[in-house]
């Protein structure tokens, strides 16, 4: 199976802030990653996917990047909306596997 | 607008079979252009996919649970279901069901509709 390690498991920030969260894949994927966002109670939601595509209605200030096997999802100025649980998900092979996820708190 | 809806039971004894479905609106689980799958996520802790199905009714399976799931597919009704048999409090979680949409150019899958999750509770 293939691993997906993020980094922080957590992190404290402020509203405007930039925060940046990182997928780690235990092997290559390509561009085969997606992000997704959960609020408590609620299920994910898809941010991203393919690497760089935003999902509609998503709102521009979330991004995304590759190096090789390390994925990066920026939020470029955090509303407080955004303060949430953040996992990353390959569908390079089966079984399809998501990050530990990012817990981005308000500080 | 495309909406998911876990029913089942929210408790089940242990060694019994969990059975939950996903009816699902304003899409048609037969159309062909989408997969069909089942994720959990145990209390506080992350995301495992379980499975998914296509409309012409395979399947696939995270193999840490392939002896015990079968996902099935009603489309008469737009649903499907999840079947897990010797249910142990390890498989204690909330149940999500989910639409799998696909890349045109490098078929990579991604989960773009939710349901809203149901939790199960195994306890005697």
């Known amino acids: 199976d293939i691993q997906m390690t993020q980094s922080p498991s957590s992190l404290s920030a402020s509203v405007g802030d930039r925060v940046t969260i990182t997928c780690r894949a235990s092997q290559n994927i390509d561009s085969y990653l997606n992000w997704y966002q959960q609020k408590p109670g609620k299920a994910p939601k898809l941010l991203i996917y393919a690497t760089f595509n935003l999902q509609s209605g998503v709102p521009s200030r979330f991004s995304a990047s590759r190096s090789e096997t390390d994925f990066t999802l920026t939020i470029s100025s955090l509303q407080p909306e955004d303060f949430a649980t953040y996992y990353c998900q390959q569908s390079y092979s089966s079984p399809l596997t998501f990050g530990g996820g990012t817990k981005v708190e308000i500080k | 607008q495309v909406q998911l809806q876990e029913s089942g039971p929210g408790l089940v004894k242990p060694s019994q079979t969990l059975s939950l479905t996903c009816t699902v609106s304003g899409g048609a689980v037969g159309s062909g252009a989408y997969y069909w799958s089942w994720i959990r996520q145990p209390p506080g802790k992350g995301l495992e996919w379980i499975g998914y199905i296509f409309y012409n009714g395979a399947t696939y399976y995270t193999p840490s649970l392939k002896s015990r799931v079968t996902i099935s597919l009603d489309k008469s009704k737009n649903q499907f279901s999840l079947k897990l048999t010797s249910m142990t409090a390890a498989d204690t979680a909330v149940y999500y069901c989910?639409?799998?949409?696909?890349?045109?150019?490098?078929?990579?899958?991604?989960?773009?509709?939710w349901g809203q999750g149901t939790l199960v509770t195994v306890s005697s």
């Open positions: 989910a639409r799998v949409a696909t890349t045109v150019v490098d078929d990579l899958y991604y989960f773009d509709y």
